[in-house]
C-alpha cells in the first residue's frame, strides 16, 4: 500500500501563490508517476500537472506557465509551485501516485485552495 499526504493549501488573493507538498510512504515503486489533479464543486476531476519518476513533465494547458510541478525523489515527495492563482484554480487538489508496471494509481485526502478576494 501507498499512502500520500498533502500539505500547504489555503486562501489566497488572486495573483498569489501557493506550493503544495505530497510525502508518499509505504510500497513506492521507483518507477512511478506522481501528480495533481484537481476538483472544483460540480465539475469532474482533471489533471493539473504530472511528473514521471525520471523528470518528464505534463500539464494541463489552464495552468501552463504558472504552475512548475518537483518532485524529490530521495523524499518521496512532489511539490507543486503555484504562481499567477486566478479564482477559477479554486478546487481541492489531490495529489496521486501511480505505479507504472502495474498502473495502480493512489489518492491522498486532498487539500482545499481557495482563490478570492
Known amino acids: 500500500q501507498v499512502q500520500l499526504v498533502e500539505s500547504g493549501g489555503g486562501l489566497v488573493q488572486p495573483g498569489g501563490s501557493l506550493r503544495l507538498s505530497c510525502a508518499a510512504s509505504g510500497s513506492i515503486s521507483s518507477i512511478n508517476v506522481m501528480g495533481w489533479y484537481r476538483q472544483a464543486p460540480g465539475k469532474q476531476r482533471e489533471l493539473v500537472a504530472t511528473?514521471?519518476?525520471?523528470?518528464?513533465?505534463n500539464y494541463a494547458d489552464s495552468v501552463k506557465g504558472r504552475f512548475t510541478i518537483s518532485r524529490d525523489n530521495g523524499k518521496n515527495t512532489v511539490y507543486l509551485q503555484m504562481n499567477s492563482l486566478k479564482p477559477e484554480d479554486t478546487a481541492i487538489y489531490l495529489c496521486?501516485?501511480?505505479?507504472?508496471?502495474?498502473?495502480?494509481?493512489?489518492w491522498g485526502q486532498g487539500t482545499q485552495v481557495t482563490v478570492s478576494s
Open positions: 511528473m514521471t519518476s525520471g523528470g518528464g513533465t
Open positions: 496521486n501516485l501511480r505505479r507504472v508496471l502495474t498502473n495502480t494509481h493512489y
